[in-house]
């Protein structure tokens, strides 16, 4: 069974900076895309970015594009998330799962943007 667990969020201000962290246990990712997703309260989970299986194609959610830069260590099974700029906007729980959200959904990591 696949655990995803989602970690590295918390509070910063608005223009602040954080690094997100998946990492996948009991599968070995490196021949899928993957992605982070976002919730906000009483909002639809939203795709931020995915990137294949190489790393080679990379694509962001406009909303997010220029500020945050998805990468991936097939060798560690991780995937992360580097935000940047962050504003009030980006407030959700963060996840990762697969480009077909094929695994079964983390606890994710919560990413609150605050003054």
Do not use: H
Request: proline residues 3%.
């Amino acid at each position: 069974q696949v655990q995803l667990v989602e970690s590295g969020g918390g509070l910063v201000q608005p223009g602040g900076s954080l690094r997100l962290s998946c990492a996948a246990y009991g599968y070995m990712f490196g021949n899928l895309g993957m992605g982070w997703y976002r919730q906000a309260p009483g909002k639809e989970r939203e795709v931020v970015a995915t990137i294949s299986s190489a790393g080679g194609t990379i694509n962001y959610a406009d909303s997010v594009k220029g500020r945050f830069i998805i990468s991936r260590d097939n060798a560690k099974d991780t995937v992360s998330l580097q935000m940047n700029s962050l504003k009030p906007e980006d407030t959700a729980v963060y996840y990762c799962n697969g480009v077909n959200r094929q695994f079964i959904w983390g606890q994710g990591t919560q990413v609150t943007v605050s003054s």
